[in-house]
């Protein structure tokens, strides 16, 4: 199929914005061979996907084979990656803002380009670096874009969508993960400023970030009234990065713990009403969820390809590992799961940029893909054998890597608790 002709995204400059990395006609080129006749996923039956994702995709593959996979094991060993030089990248190329405001250097697009990008994401080979982007673009800057300030869209967004700033995302404390009402952190109102004092845990890319976009006790209110959202720039005096957190996974992603002793920000930094950001993170956990879940598909893909190439040359008792009925019939059962749980993003997001709270939805794909991710990354280990163990393949780093998804964002039993007070299940105290 050609470029379709009138569409929306053929239309914007910004679609240029993904194309100027690769060309136009290599865009065109592909556009119109990428069609599989007998694969009706990639053909215009896709359920969410047009010409222009798969493109957008493509676009992104090239960055991840030449700028970030060559790399990777070294930053991992490093601890580090280094998130300006990437964000940077990905920045002038659009994909820090596929949904945001075209005004503020976003390619106004719908969130079913996220989700692609978080597909396309899976590409990269560790857990740490989809992550961290993640953070920037789906995690830390919704609120600002949808509740901020002109003004504040200039200042953080704008920059952190161009790959020009590094966001962080400050809600968990050290006191304070699952039960996010219950932080500590306060911002109290002194003139036309706050002075802000406590502490963040957890602040991935926290020990590189310019910003961060925080949620503290603004009031003595109820805790679902008395939060804001802040930008918060993170070289102002009183700003401490206690550590970089040394850590099971995710070892590319640096990991912080952040002091705040008598900061003094402006009173126009926070999002959109003072006392709403309880309420504006909640509303940016939405994609937050079905962002993580997306982002780990094509990993568990790509780790049952390998796991069938590795054992169909590897022989036990004279039969390749695979032709034991057990190891390919788990991967089937696998491979269905992954199918599931991509099904499930689908309609969720099809919902979502109708309008739809999909909290629900997003709530059981965040808790199906970090129950699935364990399962499958723990299964496919066990037949890679003594190679499974070593550092040497993806599979071992992918099994600490995906620990965190259960975890992180909201643990298994936190979606849960929510998916129960969509059923009306859930005892009223
Ligand atoms: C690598 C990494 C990166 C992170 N990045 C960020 C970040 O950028 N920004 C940020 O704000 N946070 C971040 N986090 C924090 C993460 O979101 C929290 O760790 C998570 O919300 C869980 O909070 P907690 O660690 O305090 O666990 P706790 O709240 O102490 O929970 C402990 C356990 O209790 C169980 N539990 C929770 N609720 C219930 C329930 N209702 N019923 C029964 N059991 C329950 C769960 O098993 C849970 O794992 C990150 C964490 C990690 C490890």
Redesign the pocket.
């Known amino acids: 199929m050609a470029l379709r002709t009138g569409s929306v995204l053929l239309k914007t400059q910004n679609f240029y914005k993904f194309t100027s990395v690769v060309g136009v006609r290599w865009f065109a080129e592909k556009a119109s061979k990428s069609v599989a006749p007998s694969d009706p996923e990639t053909t215009g039956d896709h359920l969410i996907y047009t010409q222009e994702h798969f493109a957008l995709r493509e676009s992104l593959r090239k960055i991840i084979d030449q700028e970030i996979n060559p790399y990777v094991d070294q930053w991992e060993a490093e601890g580090k990656f280094p998130a300006h030089k990437i964000f940077k990248i990905l920045g002038t190329a659009g994909f820090l803002g596929v949904n945001k405001p075209v005004e503020y250097g976003g390619l106004g697009l719908d969130y079913t380009y996220n989700v692609a990008v978080a597909e396309e994401l899976g590409n990269i080979r560790c857990g740490g670096i989809p992550m961290a982007i993640g ?1 920037q673009s789906d995690m830390a800057t919704p609120a600002l874009a949808r509740f901020g300030s002109h003004e504040l869209k200039e200042e953080f967004l704008l920059p952190s969508i161009m790959g020009d700033k590094v966001a ?5 404390e050290v006191g304070a ?3 996010v009402s219950s932080i500590k952190t306060k911002a109290v109102r002194k003139g036309d400023e706050y002075v802000i004092n406590g502490g ?1 845990m ?3 890319t926290g020990t590189q970030a310019d910003w961060m976009c925080l949620l503290a006790n603004t009031s003595d209110g109820p805790p679902h009234r008395n939060k804001s959202l802040i930008c918060l720039p993170m070289n102002l005096p009183g700003v401490h990065i206690a550590r970089k957190i040394d ?1 099971l996974g ?1 070892r590319s992603s640096d ?1 912080a713990e952040v002091f705040f002793d008598d900061v003094r920000v402006p009173c126009k930094n926070v999002i959109g009403q003072e006392g709403m950001g309880f309420t504006y993170q909640m509303i940016q956990f939405q994609e937050e969820r079905l962002w993580a879940a997306a982002s780990v598909l094509t990993t568990m893909d790509n780790i049952i390809q390998e796991t069938v190439q590795y054992t169909r040359q590897r022989k036990i008792f004279k039969l390749p590992v695979l032709y034991h009925q057990a190891v390919h019939f788990r991967l089937a059962e696998l491979q269905t799961e992954v199918e599931l749980l991509r099904s499930l993003i689908y309609r969720a997001t099809a919902l979502y940029i109708k309008g739809n709270d999909v909290t629900k939805l997003a709530s059981m794909a965040k808790l199906k893909a970090g129950r699935l991710a364990r399962e499958l990354s723990d299964s496919c280990l066990q037949y890679w054998g003594g190679m499974g163990f070593t550092s040497d393949v993806l599979v071992s780093r992918v099994y600490r890597d995906f620990r ?1 998804l259960s ?8 979606m849960l ?1 929510i998916i129960c007070k969509y059923m009306d299940t859930l005892p009223k105290n």
Do not use: F, H, N, Y
Not at 168 to 172: E, I, P
Not at 407 to 414: F, L, N, P, Q, S
């Open positions: 953070v962080c995302l400050g809600v968990s993960g699952s039960d963040k957890w602040t991935t850590k995710m990991t965190l975890i992180g964002g909201g643990a298994d039993e936190v608790s």
